[in-house]
């Protein structure tokens, strides 16, 4: 079992529309998780952390933690063409990134 | 944008020859990474430092080798090139681990043939 699980999609979702991305992680002992953004042939950019449990809001973007059921997600309103990439969970702790979601927004 | 420079961006090599991938950081961060990103296997770690002289392995360090003489510079090493290390590499840097956010390089792509 991989440390970090994401679903690899794609997710393909409306413009205006919400787009939700999942992870779940393996160990109990994990506290903090980001999640990056990458283009196609850039580099990742960080987009949130998030180390409680609960919900934290920055513009667009939430983050939820669940460390319950080890579950961390991202939800991103109002989808823009600009939001398509790729997103990667990761694991502070563990230094590891789960594979990735491919996002699509469509116009 | 954070101060990382990484060097080679593109490089092709033969099989059996050795490689050295720098990374150099302007920001006197602590921590350095070296990722390698595949498709289905997102990035992984291959090699970490948290100081200089110290560093550790990750999950798929066979094959590589790193050195960090100096805060700034963090090398990495293929010690005889595989087709399989054909991949892009990315150093990340960062002030600590856990909650504290990582900086990435422009990546580098290797390809070994």
């Known amino acids: 079992q991989k440390e970090v699980e994401q679903n690899s999609g794609p997710l393909s979702v409306p413009e205006g529309a919400i787009a939700s991305l999942n992870c779940t992680y393996s160990?109990?002992?994990?506290?903090?998780f980001f999640w990056y953004r990458q283009y196609s042939g850039k580099s990742p950019e960080l987009i949130m952390f998030i180390y409680s449990n609960g919900d934290k809001e920055d513009g667009r973007f939430t983050a939820q933690l669940n460390k319950a059921s080890q579950y961390v997600s991202l939800l991103i309103r109002d989808s823009q063409p600009s939001d398509s990439a790729t997103y990667l969970c990761?694991?502070?702790?563990?230094?590891?990134f789960g594979t990735g979601t491919r996002l699509t927004i469509i116009p | 944008d954070a101060g990382i420079t990484q060097s080679p961006r593109h490089k092709v090599t033969e099989t059996g020859t050795p490689v050295t991938l720098r990374c150099h950081q302007t920001?006197?961060?602590?921590?350095m990474y070296w990722y390698r990103q595949d498709p289905g296997h997102g990035l992984r770690l291959i090699h970490y430092s948290y100081g200089v002289k110290d560093t550790d392995k990750g999950e798929v360090s066979d094959g590589y080798s790193v050195s960090r003489s100096k805060t700034e510079d963090f090398l990495l090493t293929l010690e005889s090139a595989t087709s399989s290390q054909t991949s892009v590499y990315f150093c990340?840097?960062?002030?600590?681990?856990?909650?504290?956010?990582?900086?990435f390089g422009q990546g580098t792509r290797l390809t070994v043939v």
């Open positions: 160990d109990r002992g994990s506290q903090s």
């Open positions: 920001e006197n961060h602590r921590y």
């Open positions: 990340a840097i960062s002030g600590g681990t856990g909650d504290t956010e990582a900086f």
């Open positions: 990761f694991d502070g702790e563990k230094l590891t």
